[in-house]
């Protein structure tokens, strides 16, 4: 255990906070002062590339918040209270420094705490996130991280790709009945203007005209909803083609000379 705590000043009073890791994968900080309970910090992927373990979460209590529950006597509270809280915060390093993201924080029992008391614990858990991120043994806590969650990646993007396949024949067969329709209602649409010029008659200009529940108007919707599902099949076939790219940058940041290397620049 670090024998220096870290000390963070909050609305509740002055807080001190020891670190000591947890295997090779995490830093447990044990609160004391005005706040007791425990903080768990661990790495993760980046929120938006799945393929890079570069982000540190903070979760209140002595458990990380993707594997299981922490005890309830590990989660924060105020010195003079008995109400247990949860929440985590995501942080990463962004083009213009830290970017964060952070659950909703509450009580045990699922009530909002009093503002003071947020403001506390959000403060004790963005100081402890950036004290994490400066820890010397960070790489080697980004890497085990990456050994600890690809496997679950890997079965999710499989089991994406799947769903991603089945949505795309879906988006198409619906996009190519929709311009079947359109074929169809533009030659009844011709066929109603050629009567017209033939024969005038009164309720052929109301089938020709733009207005609801009319021929034109139904080749206009039966067009735009064609262009939507074609739209949603190249949007999922985008996302597919994503998650394969990272599938195959996770696998080869876990072949054993890719980990080798890199644990050698720690």
């Given amino acids: 255990m670090d024998l220096t705590p870290l000390a963070i000043e909050t609305p509740s009073g002055s807080v001190h906070a020891f670190s000591e890791p947890k295997g090779d994968d995490a830093v447990i900080y044990t609160l004391g002062g005005a706040l007791r309970g425990t903080i768990h910090v661990t790495g ?11 982000a540190l979460r903070a979760t209140f209590g002595a458990a990380d918040a993707m594997a299981e529950l922490p005890p309830a006597d590990s989660l924060p509270r105020l010195r003079n209270s ?5 929440g985590n915060l995501l942080m990463w390093d962004g083009p213009a420094g830290p970017q964060r993201e952070q659950s909703t924080i509450q009580s045990a029992s699922g009530r909002p705490p009093a503002p003071a008391t947020a403001e506390t614990l959000r403060t004790v858990l963005y100081a402890i996130a950036e004290d994490a991120a400066r820890r010397p043994d960070r790489a080697r806590i980004l890497d085990a991280s990456r050994v600890r969650e690809t496997p679950a990646l890997l079965r999710f993007f499989e089991c994406s790709r799947a769903n991603s396949l089945a949505d795309i024949a879906r988006y198409e067969r619906r996009a190519a009945r929709d311009r079947r329709q359109v074929r169809i209602v533009t030659a009844a649409w011709w066929a109603a203007a050629q009567w017209l010029a033939a024969q005038p008659h009164p309720v052929l200009p109301l089938l020709l005209a733009d207005r609801p529940r009319t021929l034109a108007r139904d080749i206009y919707a039966c067009t735009q909803g064609a262009a939507a599902y074609e739209d949603a099949a190249a949007q999922e076939r985008r996302r597919m083609q994503r998650f394969a790219a990272e599938a195959a940058s996770l696998r080869a940041q876990m072949r054993p000379d890719r980990r080798n290397a890199a644990n050698s620049t720690h």
């Fill in 82 to 86: 008995t109400a247990r809280h949860t």
């Fill in 44 to 54: 993760t992927h980046h929120p938006h590339h799945w393929d890079q373990f570069t």
